[in-house]
């Protein structure tokens, strides 16, 4: 499953509570807000803010086992959005990897908020879903 902007939203909310139905995961400049439509406060953006053993109901609390699970999950975002996509994308990436989860995080380069990088996104990703 994949989207774009808000739909990259809902396709993180959606997949990660779900992991047994979804095992690739594309998130194209979808801001990383766990705990939206949960009744929790949304956590942070910057990486030290990211807590990749709550976040998501515990999605990666188990790097392993996530990693076992799921083929390919990528956050993408363009190199001129705005400093919010960026940061909670960015953050959410560089957290998620430090504690041992796959994740791709890709930047297109010189697009904003816009229909370029999502064809791009979307270039890079599905040619990973047939490698």
């Known amino acids: ?18 992991l047994d139905r979804f095992s690739y995961i594309g998130s194209f400049s979808g801001p990383v807000i766990p705990g939206i439509n949960t009744g929790r406060e949304p956590q942070g953006n910057a990486p030290e803010e990211f807590d990749s053993k709550t976040a998501y109901e515990g999605a990666f609390a188990d790097p392993r086992a996530f990693n076992k699970r799921v083929k390919l999950l990528w956050l993408g975002v363009g190199t001129a959005e705005s400093p919010m996509f960026r940061s909670s994308i960015s ?11 796959d994740v ?7 697009t904003a908020h816009e229909w370029q990088s ?12 047939f490698h």
């Open 104 to 110: 791709v995080y890709f930047e297109s380069p010189g």
């Open 91 to 101: 953050g959410a990436a560089t957290a998620l990897q430090r504690a041992g989860v």
């Open 118 to 129: 999502w064809r791009r996104d979307l270039n890079e990703f599905a040619a990973r879903l």
């Open 1 to 18: 499953m994949a989207g774009l902007s808000m739909g990259g939203m809902q396709t993180l909310f959606v997949t990660l509570h779900h």
